[in-house]
């Protein structure tokens, strides 16, 4: 199954975990948790979403989006995407 | 269970199948799954608390009393799989491998199966009969999920018992059950996860050629495995202990096998996936299904666009609805009275304090003030939107649009920012790896249609377009994204050579809005554009008023109409008369401002607002060329800033300045003319 994520990331477009969670046929907190397995294993990294723009602006005490409801975002490992094995 | 059955319990006298001469239990299981809670339910006081030997990992041991006969029982450290990633992976494993604890009770969450089932798989390939406590069962319930114990239990071939560690429920069941492994009255039929099928043969191969060689306690299988996902302690242990000639074999298989981590991991993925799919049920109506049928149109790559299309035009249609009359009332009756209460009392004031309070002050600030109902409105509407969980579908299918026009996936985050604040969208470009990427979307972001633009928008078009304001306004939010794609697209072909990759984002569920919340959100914002009013746009309505009363208090031949006289045929070319055009050079220190300066321009002598004057002014062509230039024109100066900031260039700002200025030029210009020839 991991491999199946690892396969869907290759179409190089924008899926969201439920998107994925469809293709593979299982649940998008199943997707989450692979997600983070293939973090630990270098083939994605999470990008931090909002977190250090917030924290130099001006505005990030008024601001409601990104300080209390980041969204997770991953993007593949450019290092690692030709290591990623076709079925 | 009932008390008897719990007497029963104490009424037999030993464990037969019990390896320890004091029954031993393993608590094994992921942080944060109420593991530390059964413990303390468990032992009460009789526990006592250290470190690992040789670690500063805590260590937590305690008896209890199981019929009647003592029972230790050890707190494992909270680890999320047992491959040697950590110390606590290390003790765990170590211990239940070299200690054989009679039992491991394996503490999962009902509410994240698919979290903790991983190491599930993994302890249940190990050789001390695992029984799994399933607890937080009331949390998956209220969250709409049931776990169906009996499939689960017959799926893992092991005991399940549905626990509430919080409340001691559950508890004496998962005794009882520890009782009957420990007596024998359980048969446990283990159902293991298995290696994907094209590596199964490099197991088999490891597994011979360390046959006879693997020390005790470990299984040869479970070593061959762990090899073969790099583990490695367990590479180093059997590098040591194997002949030279049998390790170059087993190196040699795990280099034709690079990928064999990931072929472990997905057996075991597939297995936890097996396992879901059997025992949980997720409510055919509620929370979730809401979400999926929402999402077949909000999140659509299509549908979705003018899902998002659709739901901006409601914003609009609601400040125009609601906000605008307030703004209008605010406008006569506030303002309007106050500047008449003011000249009537400064009537014997020298004429510079007058007009400075009449004109300067209330003319200026006064009707920015007056568009506090608008923002609010916008506000609450963004914020509801981004509380019930809308605003990240809108990124997504933003994203994927962008996609389609050759723009760069991971921009839509600080463009997402973008539609409060240029300010922190510019910021938010950091997020981007690639150097050439950070700078086109930081280019781009000005073109984001900012809430401080978008209440010039909402004061313009309601005063010239009544009953189509609405429209007008939605239509220009549009054009701005339009520009942004057309430009990015461009500019991406020029410095971007359209390079893409994955992205992956997780949406939240659509849940109903937290209203406290929203209504902190539009006081936190309202209270910041007021000191922003009072402070900021204060500042610059004086400067404005004084540049149009000097040198001799006639506005017609002020510095500022000489100034505005100056860029006056640029201005004409967009159908944009010199006060028009001055208002939008002052709208470059904060975009509210080019309200400002028509207040102090045109000031309020004749006794009607000044949404009044402007229409009676200028032509409706002349208003929309105002408006397509407000929102294309170049960024306020604390986004320009930034720009610097983070370009750390004086081109790309002065770039991106040019670039603004080119762009709002050409558009209200081809705007102006085209509303002429249609005789708008």
Redesign the interface.
Same mark, same amino acid.
């Given at each position: 199954?991991?491999?199946k994520l690892?396969q869907a990331?290759?179409? *190089?477009?924008?899926?969201?975990?439920?998107?994925?969670a469809k293709q593979?046929?299982?649940?998008?907190?199943?997707v989450?948790?692979?997600?983070e397995?293939l973090e630990?294993?270098g083939y994605?990294h999470q990008?931090?979403?909002?977190t250090?723009?917030?924290s130099?602006?001006?505005?990030?005490?008024?601001?409601?989006?990104?300080k *209390?409801?980041p969204?997770?975002?991953?993007?593949?490992n450019?290092h690692y995407?030709p290591?990623i094995?076709l079925e | 269970m009932t008390e008897s059955a719990l007497n029963s319990l104490t009424d037999s006298a030993a464990h037969p199948l019990a390896r320890h001469e004091t029954p031993l239990i393993a608590l094994a299981g992921q942080p944060n799954m109420g593991k530390s809670t059964l413990f303390n339910l468990l032992t009460g006081l009789n526990q006592h608390v250290g470190n690992w030997p040789g670690k500063t990992v805590e260590r937590r041991e305690g008896t209890f009393s199981l019929d009647s006969t003592p029972v230790r029982i050890v707190d494992l450290p909270g680890t999320y799989s047992l491959t040697a990633?950590s110390p606590e992976e290390v003790i765990a494993r170590e211990f239940i491998l070299r200690e054989q604890p009679d039992v491991v009770v394996a503490v999962v969450s009902a509410a994240?199966l698919?979290?903790s089932l991983?190491l599930v798989a993994e302890l249940i390939s190990l050789p001390s009969p695992l029984v799994v406590a399933l607890n937080m069962v009331d949390v998956a319930e209220h969250e709409g999920l049931h776990v169906d114990v009996d499939i689960l239990q017959t799926a893992l071939g092991v005991p399940v018992v549905p626990m509430v560690a919080t409340r001691a429920q559950g508890v004496r069941e998962l005794l009882e059950v520890i009782r009957q492994v420990l007596n024998g009255e359980r048969v446990l039929m283990p159902r293991v996860p298995e290696i994907?099928s094209d590596h199964r043969q490099a197991l088999q191969d490891i597994s011979r050629l360390i046959s006879g060689h693997v020390p005790p306690p470990y299984p040869t299988e479970w070593v061959a495995l762990k090899l073969l996902e790099g583990d490695s302690e367990l590479t180093k242990m059997m590098q040591e202990i194997l002949p030279a000639e049998k390790w170059q074999a087993v190196h040699q298989v795990l280099l034709n096998h690079d #990928?064999a981590?990931?072929?472990v991991?997905?057996g075991r993925?597939?297995w936890? &996936?097996r396992m879901?799919?059997a025992a +949980?049920a997720?409510p055919p109506i509620g929370q979730i299904s809401v979400?999926?049928r929402l #999402?077949r149109w909000a999140?659509h790559p299509l549908w979705g666009l003018i899902f998002l299309g659709l739901v901006l035009g409601a914003v609009f249609w609601v400040t125009f609805t609601v906000g605008s009359p307030i703004q209008n009332w605010l406008e006569t009756y506030l303002i309007g009275g106050l500047i008449s209460w003011a000249d009537v009392l400064l009537r014997n004031a020298p004429f510079w304090v007058h007009s400075l309070v009449v004109d300067g002050i209330l003319g200026g600030v006064g009707s920015v003030l007056t568009f506090l109902p608008i923002l609010a409105i916008f506000f609450a509407v963004f914020?509801l939107l981004? #509380?019930i969980g809308y605003?990240?579908r809108a990124?997504?299918v933003m #994203?994927?649009f962008m996609?389609l026009m050759g723009l760069h996936?991971?921009s839509?985050?600080?463009l997402?920012?973008g539609f &409060?604040?240029n300010?922190?969208?510019v910021? &938010?470009?950091? +997020?981007i790896d690639s150097e050439q990427a950070r700078l086109l979307t930081i280019l781009v972001t000005p073109f984001m249609p900012c809430t401080a633009r978008m209440a010039v928008v909402a004061f313009i078009a309601a005063a010239f377009f009544g009953p189509y304001a609405t429209l007008v306004s939605w239509g220009f939010v549009l054009l701005s994204l339009l520009m942004l794609v057309l430009v990015g697209t461009l500019l991406n072909r020029v410095i971007f050579k359209g390079q893409?990759?994955?992205?992956?984002?997780?949406?939240?569920l659509y849940h109903l809005p937290n209203w406290r919340?929203i209504g902190l959100?539009v006081w936190?914002?309202s209270?910041?554009f007021i000191q922003k009013a009072g402070t900021t746009i204060l500042f610059l309505s004086v400067i404005i008023w004084v540049l149009s009363v000097l040198p001799n208090g006639d506005l017609n031949s002020s510095i500022l109409a000489r100034i505005g006289h100056w860029v006056e045929p640029i201005g004409r070319m967009m159908g944009l008369d010199w006060r028009l055009t001055v208002a939008l050079l002052t709208s470059f220190m904060a975009k509210e401002n080019a309200i400002a300066t028509l207040g102090v321009v045109f000031g309020n002598s004749q006794g009607v607002g000044l949404a009044q004057i402007l229409t009676s002014t200028f032509s409706h062509a002349s208003a929309l060329a105002f408006l397509s230039a407000t929102m294309l024109f170049i960024p306020c100066a604390?986004t320009m800033a930034v720009i610097h900031q983070e370009t750390g260039s004086w081109r790309w700002t002065v770039l991106n300045i040019l670039l603004m200025l080119v762009v709002s030029f050409a558009v209200s210009s081809a705007v102006y003319w085209i509303a002429v020839a249609l005789r708008v």
């Open positions: 199954m991991l491999q690892l990331l290759q179409s *190089n477009e924008t899926l969201s975990t439920e998107q994925i593979l046929s299982t649940t998008p907190q199943m989450l948790v692979m997600l397995h630990a294993l994605i990008v931090e979403s909002c250090e723009a917030c130099q602006c001006p505005l990030s005490n008024v601001c409601h989006t990104g *209390n409801k969204v997770k975002v991953w993007q593949v450019s995407r290591q094995p | 990633n994240n698919e979290r991983y994907r #990928d981590q990931m072929a991991a997905s993925y597939e936890v &996936g879901i799919r +949980v997720r979400t999926e #999402d999140a914020g981004e #509380d605003m990240a990124a997504y #994203d994927n996609h996936g991971k839509f985050l600080p997402f920012l &409060g604040c300010v922190p969208a910021i &938010g470009s950091r +997020v893409r990759s994955a992205f992956i984002m997780e949406m939240p919340t959100l936190q914002r209270l910041a604390a």
